[in-house]
């Protein structure tokens, strides 16, 4: 069965530290890995992933994928508070067409 | 990135009636709709996966009888919850992927929040 870990479940920061969430998987027939964001509403897609060690970029966010040691993590710089948030991590198995398995999902809250 | 809609946002019904949930791509043709549901404080659990013109396929220990899903055109599916219990009280989503290979972006409705009394 596949799996989707994410850690730390929760983190509490400062404005303006930087942030690291870890996403760890298993899965049979790796297609994608996604990260997304969830405020209060439905989840926002923030980067897919699909080759190791090709840093994605967004702003201040970047994540990256090793699919040698099967994680990847997701970086965020200068914490604002605007980026409190739940971050999940999703994975694609080749052999279940698109559909996402997501992790329990990190959450961060950005404290002024 | 596509703009996916979900009518209605919030809906509160008495036990036993059913609920019709829709959901719409509203600037691309979605050839693959996803109907999940959260519960507080958990992540997202896919219910079901809607291909247009053709019958849902659920995930183990979803009831299709108790959870329709209808996928008839490439910008609407809906998902109806039938005899509605208070434990189907979650919030439910809907996701919407534009087909071809080059890509595994889902774009996610914002969602219904079902609540059963």
């Known amino acids: 069965e596949d799996k989707v870990v994410q850690s730390p479940l929760s983190l509490v920061v400062h404005e303006g530290d930087t942030v690291t969430l870890n996403c760890s998987y298993e899965?049979?027939?790796?297609?994608?890995l996604l990260w997304y964001k969830q405020e209060k509403k439905a989840p926002t897609f923030l980067f897919m992933l699909?080759?190791?060690?090709i840093e994605k970029k967004s702003g201040r966010l970047s994540s990256i994928l090793d699919k040698k040691e099967l994680f990847s993590i997701l970086n965020i710089t200068a914490t604002q508070t605007g980026d409190s948030a739940i971050y999940l991590c999703?994975?694609?198995?080749?052999?279940?067409?698109?559909?996402?398995?997501f992790g329990k999902g990190t959450s961060l809250l950005v404290t002024p | 990135g596509a703009v996916v809609s979900q009518h209605p946002s919030r809906v509160i019904c008495k036990s036993g009636t059913s609920v019709k949930i829709e959901c719409r791509s509203l600037?691309?043709?979605?050839?693959?709709m996803f109907w999940y549901r959260q519960f507080p404080k958990q992540s997202l659990m896919l219910m079901a996966t809607s291909n247009e013109g053709s019958k849902a396929t659920y995930e183990q220990g979803v009831e299709k009888d108790k959870f329709l899903i209808n996928h008839a055109s490439l910008t609407l599916s809906t998902l109806t919850v039938t005899s509605a219990h208070p434990e189907d009280s979650s919030f439910y989503i809907c996701?919407?992927?534009?087909?071809?290979?080059?890509?595994?972006?889902?774009?996610f409705g914002p969602g219904t929040r079902l609540t059963v009394l």
């Open positions: 999703a994975l694609v198995n080749s052999n279940s067409g698109y559909a996402l398995n």
């Open positions: 899965v049979t027939n790796f297609r994608s």
């Open positions: 600037d691309f043709q979605a050839t693959t």
């Open positions: 996701s919407a992927h534009s087909g071809g290979s080059s890509t595994d972006t889902q774009y």
């Open positions: 699909t080759s190791s060690g």
